[in-house]
């Protein structure tokens, strides 16, 4: 049974969407066969890999007009498979408002995916989308940026986490929390570190993903920056956090 992964802040700006593509990226080169599903309208996930938009979605999936199986796309990458999405996606939470089962439908889809891992690149909101998200996963990967406010808002996702488990998941877990776009010259940095290192312990990854100029050129070519520049200190990282990250897994 795959291992499916919730990658969410609802900060917007965190990294979220690179981390996602960079460990998925990463744990293909590890071996593992792994399911990106793009669950953010903006679809970033989706064009940072080079990936169509235009065919079946996400949306398609979740309103059951299409199954998992015919939807994913396949990337460049060996072992590394899409669920795309596209704006439209954000008008489904509206749609299926009343429905029964609107928050476990993407645990539905996801139930026999023939992968080892499945990454969820989650919305920077707290709506439906993201309880999909949550309901479906066994664990989260929360990023934060080590930035003023950056820990504005964990509360509120905790707290939504904490419903979830109380009323549609209760083995839901925190995998890790993961410091990005850290700047180690900032006295700021430092203080955000120690913070989370006292709210989650060991949960905190040892890794840091510092602030990297090439990390923010890659999804303009479509590539995780493990492709575009793998010697640069973000590709680096993405590969030492992938390696915690299965080191975590059960």
């Not at 989650?122 to 066994?138: R, W």
Request: some cysteine; proline content about 4%.
């Amino acid at each position: 049974m795959a291992q499916v992964i919730a990658v969410t802040n609802q900060k917007g700006g965190v990294g979220k969407t690179t981390t996602t593509i960079n460990v998925a990226y990463n744990l293909t080169k590890a071996g593992k066969s792994v399911l990106l599903v793009d669950l953010d309208p903006q679809g970033n996930a989706s064009s940072g890999l080079s990936v169509s938009r235009d065919k079946t979605t996400t949306r398609d999936v979740l309103s059951g007009k299409s199954s998992l199986k015919d939807a994913v796309q396949k990337t460049s990458y060996s072992k590394l498979d899409v669920l795309a999405t596209d704006a439209e996606l954000a008008t489904l939470e509206t749609e299926i408002a009343t429905e029964k089962n609107r928050a476990i439908r993407l645990k539905e889809a996801l139930k026999d995916a023939p992968y080892d891992v499945v990454l969820i690149d989650c919305p920077p909101s707290l709506g439906l989308l993201t309880v999909n998200a949550l309901s479906a996963a066994h664990s989260v990967i929360i990023p934060v940026q080590t930035e003023y406010y950056a820990l504005e808002g964990l509360g509120q996702l905790l707290e939504t986490m904490k419903l979830v488990r109380q009323a549609l998941n209760p083995h839901l877990a925190i995998l890790g929390v993961v410091m990005t776009m850290h700047n180690s010259r900032t006295t700021l940095s430092s203080q955000v570190e120690e913070q989370l290192r006292a709210n989650f312990k060991d949960r905190l990854f040892e890794t840091v993903v510092p602030r990297n100029i090439r990390v923010a050129e890659a999804p303009s070519h479509g590539k995780p920056v493990g492709e575009y520049d793998k010697w640069s200190k973000g590709a680096r990282a993405y590969k030492a956090l992938s390696k915690e990250i299965l080191e975590r897994l059960p």
